[in-house]
């Protein structure tokens, strides 16, 4: 399995429901950060995380960070159709030569029904 | 500031043909990104340039793929006699230093 693997895959909910992905590392990491793809369009930068941090919140979005577990999840609260989108998390690898790729998961692709 | 721009959006190039795919970073950014996505998958690391200089090319395949960033001008992403499985959408992110990374809207390669 790779780097930053998320989980579940996909995800349906229905308007006003929270939302929660989860995703796993393997490396230690300097910091893991989440985007989101809308169908056929680029990445948008969601949120950072650093390694010494727990928690993050922006607006309806947290993320929470256990490098114990090597393991982050993303919440949305009360979730609208326009959340709708895959959601990656990736992760930078620390370490000697560290150059600050990332390396993405497969994603969740989550759908909000109105 | 404009965003990381790149074109163009749309390529479509017969096999043995040769793709230019051009990258334009934030400005004040040096540091240049080359991610490949495959359908139904997530992004996978290419290459990583500073101006005039090729840092990480681990996730280059080894043959018919270059990139490159010139002191002036945008940075380039050059397949040579493309194949069918080079299509995909390859995305470009800039940083003005290691941590987060922005990305332009791709560009989809398709190929005949």
């Known amino acids: 399995s790779q780097q930053g693997e998320e989980d579940p895959q996909a995800l349906s909910i229905q308007e006003g429901e929270n939302a929660t992905m989860n995703c796993s590392y393997k490396t230690s990491i300097n910091n893991l950060q989440w985007y989101r793809q809308n169908s056929g369009r680029g990445l948008v930068h969601l949120i950072l995380i650093r390694s010494n941090e727990r928690e993050k919140h922006s607006g309806r979005l947290r993320v929470t960070l256990d490098t114990s577990k090597k393991s982050s999840s993303l919440l949305i609260t009360a979730s609208r159709a326009a959340d709708t989108a895959s959601y990656f998390c990736a992760t930078d690898a620390w370490g000697s030569g560290n150059t600050g790729k990332l390396i993405f998961g497969q994603g969740t692709t989550l759908q909000v029904k109105p | 500031n404009a965003g990381v721009m790149q074109n163009p959006r749309h390529l479509v190039r017969r096999r043995g043909q040769e793709a230019r795919l051009r990258c334009s970073p934030m400005k004040g950014h040096s540091h240049v990104y080359w991610y490949r996505q495959l359908p139904e998958e997530g992004l996978k690391f290419m290459v990583y340039?500073?101006?005039?200089?090729?840092?990480?090319e681990s996730g280059m395949p080894k043959e018919r793929f270059s990139a490159e960033f010139p002191k002036e001008g945008p940075s380039i992403l050059r397949i040579q006699q493309v194949v069918r499985g080079d299509s995909a959408a390859y995305f470009c992110?800039?940083?003005?230093?290691?941590?987060?990374?922005?990305f332009g809207p791709g560009t989809r390669l398709t190929v005949l």
């Open positions: 340039l500073q101006k005039e200089n090729i840092i990480d």
């Open positions: 992110a800039s940083s003005p230093k290691l941590g987060s990374q922005y």
